[in-house]
Protein backbone atom coordinates (compact mmCIF):
# COMPACT_ATOMS: atom_id res chain seq x y z
CA UNK A 1 0.00 0.00 0.00
CA UNK A 2 1.18 3.58 -0.46
CA UNK A 3 -0.56 6.32 1.26
CA UNK A 4 0.11 10.01 1.05
CA UNK A 5 -2.03 12.99 1.31
CA UNK A 6 -3.67 15.63 -1.03
CA UNK A 7 -4.08 19.35 0.01
CA UNK A 8 -7.53 20.69 -1.25
CA UNK A 9 -6.62 24.01 0.62
CA UNK A 10 -7.90 25.41 4.02
CA UNK A 11 -11.08 26.67 5.65
CA UNK A 12 -11.86 29.61 7.48
CA UNK A 13 -13.77 29.24 10.27
CA UNK A 14 -14.72 31.51 13.41
CA UNK A 15 -13.79 30.51 16.82
CA UNK A 16 -17.54 30.78 18.09
CA UNK A 17 -18.52 27.88 15.74
CA UNK A 18 -15.82 25.28 16.92
CA UNK A 19 -15.81 26.44 20.37
CA UNK A 20 -19.21 27.98 20.95
CA UNK A 21 -20.20 25.79 24.07
CA UNK A 22 -16.15 26.80 25.93
CA UNK A 23 -14.52 28.60 27.95
CA UNK A 24 -12.97 31.39 25.69
CA UNK A 25 -10.36 31.80 28.08
CA UNK A 26 -9.44 28.03 28.38
CA UNK A 27 -9.58 27.88 24.85
CA UNK A 28 -7.14 30.12 24.26
CA UNK A 29 -4.78 29.18 26.70
CA UNK A 30 -4.63 25.79 24.98
CA UNK A 31 -4.04 27.44 21.89
CA UNK A 32 -1.55 30.22 22.31
CA UNK A 33 0.58 27.61 23.87
CA UNK A 34 0.52 25.94 19.97
CA UNK A 35 1.60 29.30 18.61
CA UNK A 36 -2.54 29.54 17.35
CA UNK A 37 -2.70 33.04 16.74
CA UNK A 38 -6.30 34.68 17.94
CA UNK A 39 -8.76 35.70 15.28
CA UNK A 40 -10.42 32.88 12.89
CA UNK A 41 -8.73 29.25 12.55
CA UNK A 42 -7.89 28.25 9.91
CA UNK A 43 -7.96 24.28 9.68
CA UNK A 44 -6.17 22.51 7.08
CA UNK A 45 -7.88 20.06 4.28
CA UNK A 46 -6.13 16.51 3.89
CA UNK A 47 -7.35 13.68 1.25
CA UNK A 48 -6.00 10.94 1.39
CA UNK A 49 -5.01 8.91 -2.17
CA UNK A 50 -4.14 5.25 -1.68
CA UNK A 51 -2.44 2.93 -4.10
CA UNK A 52 -3.05 -0.68 -3.64
CA UNK A 53 -3.46 -3.71 -6.39
CA UNK A 54 -3.75 -1.17 -9.18
CA UNK A 55 -6.67 0.45 -7.36
CA UNK A 56 -6.18 4.27 -6.68
CA UNK A 57 -8.68 5.24 -4.15
CA UNK A 58 -9.55 8.62 -2.71
CA UNK A 59 -10.57 9.17 0.72
CA UNK A 60 -13.23 12.28 1.14
CA UNK A 61 -13.49 14.49 -2.22
CA UNK A 62 -12.59 17.58 -0.90
CA UNK A 63 -14.80 21.12 -0.96
CA UNK A 64 -15.09 21.57 -4.90
CA UNK A 65 -15.53 25.08 -6.24
CA UNK A 66 -18.70 26.18 -4.34
CA UNK A 67 -18.01 25.82 -0.34
CA UNK A 68 -15.00 28.52 0.78
CA UNK A 69 -12.13 30.38 -1.48
CA UNK A 70 -9.26 28.88 0.13
CA UNK A 71 -10.53 25.06 -0.37
CA UNK A 72 -11.18 23.37 -3.33
CA UNK A 73 -7.56 22.67 -4.81
CA UNK A 74 -7.63 18.66 -5.03
CA UNK A 75 -7.62 18.97 -8.77
CA UNK A 76 -4.67 21.10 -8.71
CA UNK A 77 -2.91 18.64 -6.23
CA UNK A 78 -3.50 15.45 -8.54
CA UNK A 79 -1.98 17.34 -11.23
CA UNK A 80 1.12 18.04 -8.82
CA UNK A 81 1.06 14.51 -8.07
CA UNK A 82 0.74 13.61 -11.52
CA UNK A 83 -3.37 11.46 -10.94
CA UNK A 84 -5.91 12.61 -13.20
CA UNK A 85 -9.64 12.28 -12.02
CA UNK A 86 -10.52 9.63 -14.33
CA UNK A 87 -7.91 7.77 -13.38
CA UNK A 88 -9.41 7.45 -9.63
CA UNK A 89 -11.35 4.11 -9.20
CA UNK A 90 -12.89 4.32 -5.99
CA UNK A 91 -14.04 7.67 -3.56
CA UNK A 92 -14.61 6.13 0.06
CA UNK A 93 -16.31 8.67 2.43
CA UNK A 94 -15.73 9.85 5.74
CA UNK A 95 -19.06 11.45 5.89
CA UNK A 96 -21.18 14.42 4.52
CA UNK A 97 -19.84 17.48 5.31
CA UNK A 98 -19.65 20.23 2.02
CA UNK A 99 -15.32 20.12 2.43
CA UNK A 100 -15.41 16.29 2.33
CA UNK A 101 -18.06 15.38 -0.15
CA UNK A 102 -18.91 18.76 -2.49
CA UNK A 103 -15.67 18.12 -4.46
CA UNK A 104 -17.83 15.11 -6.40
CA UNK A 105 -19.20 17.41 -9.13
CA UNK A 106 -16.44 19.90 -11.04
CA UNK A 107 -17.35 23.76 -12.08
CA UNK A 108 -20.14 22.37 -14.51
CA UNK A 109 -22.19 20.34 -11.71
CA UNK A 110 -20.39 17.04 -13.66
CA UNK A 111 -18.98 13.88 -11.70
CA UNK A 112 -14.88 15.00 -11.46
CA UNK A 113 -14.35 11.30 -11.17
CA UNK A 114 -16.14 9.68 -14.24
CA UNK A 115 -14.93 6.57 -13.47
CA UNK A 116 -15.17 6.10 -9.86
CA UNK A 117 -17.05 3.74 -7.44
CA UNK A 118 -18.31 5.40 -4.60
CA UNK A 119 -18.31 3.61 -1.37
CA UNK A 120 -20.07 5.16 2.49
CA UNK A 121 -21.50 4.11 5.22
CA UNK A 122 -24.98 3.17 5.72
CA UNK A 123 -26.38 5.24 8.29
CA UNK A 124 -24.47 8.48 7.05
CA UNK A 125 -26.30 7.41 3.63
CA UNK A 126 -29.07 6.99 5.15
CA UNK A 127 -29.37 10.50 6.86
CA UNK A 128 -28.39 12.49 4.41
CA UNK A 129 -30.29 11.05 1.14
CA UNK A 130 -33.27 11.60 3.57
CA UNK A 131 -34.85 14.98 1.88
CA UNK A 132 -36.79 15.64 5.73
CA UNK A 133 -32.97 15.88 6.56
CA UNK A 134 -32.93 19.44 5.66
CA UNK A 135 -35.92 20.60 7.75
CA UNK A 136 -35.02 18.52 10.95
CA UNK A 137 -31.35 19.30 11.25
CA UNK A 138 -30.33 22.79 13.27
CA UNK A 139 -31.12 25.67 11.18
CA UNK A 140 -27.44 26.88 10.87
CA UNK A 141 -26.99 23.08 9.16
CA UNK A 142 -29.65 23.26 6.69
CA UNK A 143 -27.69 24.18 3.80
CA UNK A 144 -25.27 21.34 4.04
CA UNK A 145 -28.39 18.92 4.35
CA UNK A 146 -29.33 20.41 1.01
CA UNK A 147 -26.26 20.47 -0.77
CA UNK A 148 -25.44 16.71 0.32
CA UNK A 149 -28.66 15.83 -0.99
CA UNK A 150 -27.81 17.15 -4.41
CA UNK A 151 -25.07 15.40 -4.81
CA UNK A 152 -25.78 12.21 -3.58
CA UNK A 153 -29.00 12.02 -5.82
CA UNK A 154 -26.22 12.42 -8.81
CA UNK A 155 -23.82 9.69 -7.03
CA UNK A 156 -26.64 7.14 -6.34
CA UNK A 157 -26.39 4.53 -9.10
CA UNK A 158 -22.27 4.24 -8.65
CA UNK A 159 -22.63 3.74 -5.06
CA UNK A 160 -22.48 1.47 -2.80
CA UNK A 161 -22.63 0.94 1.18
CA UNK A 162 -21.39 -0.70 3.82
CA UNK A 163 -21.44 -1.34 7.74
CA UNK A 164 -19.26 -1.22 10.49
CA UNK A 165 -16.32 -3.45 10.42
CA UNK A 166 -17.04 -4.87 7.15
CA UNK A 167 -13.81 -5.43 4.69
CA UNK A 168 -14.77 -2.81 1.70
CA UNK A 169 -11.70 -3.23 -0.10
CA UNK A 170 -8.88 -5.34 0.28
CA UNK A 171 -6.84 -4.33 3.35
CA UNK A 172 -9.36 -1.74 4.10
CA UNK A 173 -11.71 -1.86 7.06
CA UNK A 174 -14.90 0.71 7.96
CA UNK A 175 -14.70 1.23 11.70
CA UNK A 176 -18.10 3.18 12.99
CA UNK A 177 -17.23 6.82 14.78
CA UNK A 178 -20.14 8.45 14.94
CA UNK A 179 -21.15 11.94 16.50
CA UNK A 180 -19.21 14.21 14.09
CA UNK A 181 -21.97 13.35 11.92
CA UNK A 182 -24.45 10.54 12.94
CA UNK A 183 -22.96 7.83 10.60
CA UNK A 184 -19.67 9.38 10.71
CA UNK A 185 -16.94 6.33 9.07
CA UNK A 186 -12.91 5.94 9.50
CA UNK A 187 -11.11 3.11 8.10
CA UNK A 188 -8.10 0.71 9.15
CA UNK A 189 -5.87 0.24 6.39
CA UNK A 190 -3.33 -3.11 7.24
CA UNK A 191 -0.30 -3.79 5.13
CA UNK A 192 1.63 -6.63 7.02
CA UNK A 193 2.86 -4.87 10.30
CA UNK A 194 1.58 -1.58 9.63
CA UNK A 195 -1.60 -0.01 10.53
CA UNK A 196 -2.95 3.29 9.80
CA UNK A 197 -6.52 4.77 10.74
CA UNK A 198 -8.30 7.49 8.00
CA UNK A 199 -9.75 9.15 10.67
CA UNK A 200 -11.77 12.12 8.79
CA UNK A 201 -13.42 14.36 11.74
CA UNK A 202 -13.58 11.88 14.73
CA UNK A 203 -10.85 13.93 15.68
CA UNK A 204 -11.10 17.14 14.27
CA UNK A 205 -8.05 19.47 15.18
CA UNK A 206 -4.41 19.04 17.00
CA UNK A 207 -5.13 21.24 19.84
CA UNK A 208 -8.82 21.16 22.20
CA UNK A 209 -9.37 18.05 20.97
CA UNK A 210 -6.22 16.63 21.92
CA UNK A 211 -5.53 17.82 25.55
CA UNK A 212 -9.28 18.06 26.39
CA UNK A 213 -11.00 15.40 24.26
CA UNK A 214 -13.77 15.05 26.28
CA UNK A 215 -14.83 18.95 25.31
CA UNK A 216 -17.71 19.91 23.24
CA UNK A 217 -16.36 21.07 19.47
CA UNK A 218 -19.31 23.20 17.88
CA UNK A 219 -18.91 21.54 14.55
CA UNK A 220 -19.65 18.10 16.07
CA UNK A 221 -23.74 17.37 15.01
CA UNK A 222 -23.69 15.26 18.59
CA UNK A 223 -20.81 17.00 20.90
CA UNK A 224 -21.62 13.76 24.07
CA UNK A 225 -21.31 11.21 21.39
CA UNK A 226 -18.37 12.38 19.33
CA UNK A 227 -16.86 12.92 22.45
CA UNK A 228 -17.18 9.36 23.68
CA UNK A 229 -15.66 8.76 19.97
CA UNK A 230 -12.74 10.73 19.90
CA UNK A 231 -11.21 9.17 23.84
CA UNK A 232 -12.19 5.55 22.42
CA UNK A 233 -9.76 6.16 19.39
CA UNK A 234 -7.12 8.45 21.02
CA UNK A 235 -7.11 5.58 23.07
CA UNK A 236 -6.62 2.81 21.07
CA UNK A 237 -4.53 4.74 18.33
CA UNK A 238 -1.97 5.26 21.57
CA UNK A 239 -2.21 2.07 22.95
CA UNK A 240 -1.75 0.42 19.46
CA UNK A 241 0.75 2.58 18.23
CA UNK A 242 -0.93 2.99 14.84
CA UNK A 243 -0.51 5.57 12.18
CA UNK A 244 -3.05 8.08 11.66
CA UNK A 245 -4.24 10.64 9.39
CA UNK A 246 -6.75 13.40 10.23
CA UNK A 247 -8.78 15.85 7.51
CA UNK A 248 -7.79 18.79 10.01
CA UNK A 249 -4.85 18.10 10.92
CA UNK A 250 -1.67 19.98 10.53
CA UNK A 251 1.16 19.09 7.95
CA UNK A 252 -0.65 16.85 5.71
CA UNK A 253 -2.16 15.06 8.77
CA UNK A 254 0.03 12.23 9.20
CA UNK A 255 1.19 11.42 12.40
CA UNK A 256 0.72 9.50 15.58
CA UNK A 257 -0.71 10.06 19.31
CA UNK A 258 0.81 10.09 22.00
CA UNK A 259 -0.44 9.99 25.83
CA UNK A 260 0.42 13.70 27.35
CA UNK A 261 0.23 14.31 30.88
CA UNK A 262 -3.22 16.34 30.14
CA UNK A 263 -4.98 14.51 27.24
CA UNK A 264 -2.59 13.48 24.46
CA UNK A 265 -0.12 14.68 21.82
CA UNK A 266 -0.39 14.81 17.93
CA UNK A 267 3.31 14.30 16.47
CA UNK A 268 3.60 14.74 12.71
CA UNK A 269 5.34 12.30 10.75
CA UNK A 270 7.11 15.46 9.40
CA UNK A 271 7.99 16.51 13.49
CA UNK A 272 9.98 13.09 13.72
ZN1 LIG B 1 -14.31 18.42 7.87
Known amino acids: MQVTTLSDGHLTLPRSLLFASL ?63 DEISHVVFTHCHPDHLWGVLDDFDDPLFPNAQYLMGEAEWA ?36 GDGQEILPGVAAHASHGHT ?7 LRDGQQSLLIGGDAIGNHHVSFVQPEWAIGTDQDAN ?26 KGGIGRVEKAPTGYRFISSFEE
Not at 41 to 64: E, K, Q, W
Not at 225 to 247: C, E, V
Open 23 to 85: DPEAVDQILQARGIAAGPMHPPLNVTLLRHAGRLVLFDAGSGPGFQNTAGQLTAALDAAGVTP
Open 127 to 162: YWFDPNTASTISGDRASMAVGALRRLEVMEERLSRF
Open 182 to 188: PGHMSFE
Open 225 to 250: LAAKTRLRLLDMLSHDQMQLIGYHLP
